[in-house]
Every structure is written in structure tokens, then in C-alpha cells.
């Protein structure tokens, strides 16, 4: 009698246990095969991106990183031909409704912001995910300074028209364009010009 017992737990103990060994291979297989596939294609994104938000730039510097409240960012120095610094992509992030919201700024070397992408995002469908469209980003572009978020009436020069329904990440975003606006006074970009 207790040798069948024995059975009924070791036969799918050792049942389950070379299940979970042979799907962890099989993971560990595919991630081995498709991270590199991966890893190319955020470069090939972060490139795109940059030449989005900074159009006037024909190449750029490697990574940098600067820090600002205790945070870490990334940025990129924008050339022009000859290798000039005409501008500056910054890689900043704020907190949305629903997490972080990651955006790529392009800044000129006048501190006019030229464009905003959104690199990664998970606001709510139909709300907050509108910041996605180029109604709202393109608010951004032409504007320097300080900049705040109104709910009602039309924005001044320092304003952003909220999202209907989507204040939050309204806000958010607004805050990842100001950070990105303090790295560029911190890394010297006032002095570009």
C-alpha cells in the first residue's frame, strides 16, 4: 500500500518536473534567438525616432547621459554637415495614468522644441492613448520655455490643450517635454545659439 502512494506523488512530481525543464529550454531557445532580432529592432526605432523629432540633423553623437533630480536620461547631440551641434533628442519619461510614459524631444539649439514622439505608452484606450495622435503632439512643436496643461478655453503661448477625458496624461507629457527642456539648459544648449 505505501509503495503505491510512493507512486501517486513521485510519478507526477517527476511527471511535472521534466515539463517545466523542457519548456524552460524551449524559452531560454527562443529568447537566445530572438533578442538579438529585438535588440536591432529598438535601435532601428530609437534612429527613426530621432530623425523624427530632429529632421534638421544629419547625423548624431553617441549616447550621452545627463542627470536631473536624481534621475539619469539619454541624449543625443543633433549635427549638421560640417558636424555642428544644431540641436539636442532627449530620451525622458513621466508617470501617466497608467505608468510611465517614455517620449523622444527634439530640441533646437535656439531651445525651440521641434518635435515629440511617444516611444512607449499604456494609458487607457480611447483617452489617454489620443496622446498618440499628431492633434496633440505637434501642440509642442514651436514652443519653448516652461510649458503647463489647461482644461478649458485656448492655450497661451506656454500651454498645452488637455486631452478630453485625459488630464493625467495630458500632464504626463507635459512633464516628460519639461524634463527634456531642463537637460537642455543643464547639457548647454542655451549657449548653442
Not at 510512493?6 to 527562443?30: D, Q, Y
Not at 533630480?69 to 551641434?85: F, V
Request: aromatic share 6%.
Amino acid at each position: 500500500m505505501k509503495n503505491s502512494k510512493v507512486k501517486e506523488i513521485v510519478v507526477p512530481a517527476v511527471s511535472l518536473f521534466l515539463i517545466c525543464a523542457a519548456v524552460t529550454a524551449l524559452l531560454a531557445l527562443t529568447n537566445q534567438v530572438t533578442a538579438p532580432k529585438i535588440s536591432q529592432l529598438a535601435v532601428e526605432t530609437e534612429n527613426r525616432t530621432k530623425n523624427e523629432v530632429l529632421a534638421d540633423a544629419k547625423s548624431f553623437s553617441d549616447a550621452k547621459s545627463a542627470s536631473l533630480d536624481g534621475s539619469e536620461y539619454t541624449y543625443y547631440e543633433g549635427l549638421d554637415g560640417s558636424g555642428k551641434i544644431i540641436g539636442y533628442v532627449f530620451s525622458t519619461s513621466a508617470k501617466g495614468y497608467g505608468g510611465d510614459i517614455d517620449v523622444m524631444v527634439g530640441i533646437d539649439s535656439n531651445g525651440v522644441i521641434k518635435g515629440v514622439s511617444i516611444l512607449s505608452i499604456s494609458e487607457t484606450a480611447g483617452l489617454g492613448m489620443n496622446a498618440k495622435n499628431d492633434s496633440f503632439l505637434n501642440q509642442y512643436n514651436g514652443k519653448s520655455g516652461e510649458l503647463s496643461v489647461i482644461k478649458n478655453g485656448t492655450p497661451a503661448e506656454d500651454e498645452i490643450q488637455a486631452l478630453t477625458g485625459a488630464t493625467i496624461t495630458s500632464k504626463a507629457m507635459t512633464n516628460a517635454v519639461n524634463i527634456a527642456q531642463n537637460l537642455y539648459t543643464q547639457v548647454g544648449g542655451e549657449n548653442d545659439g
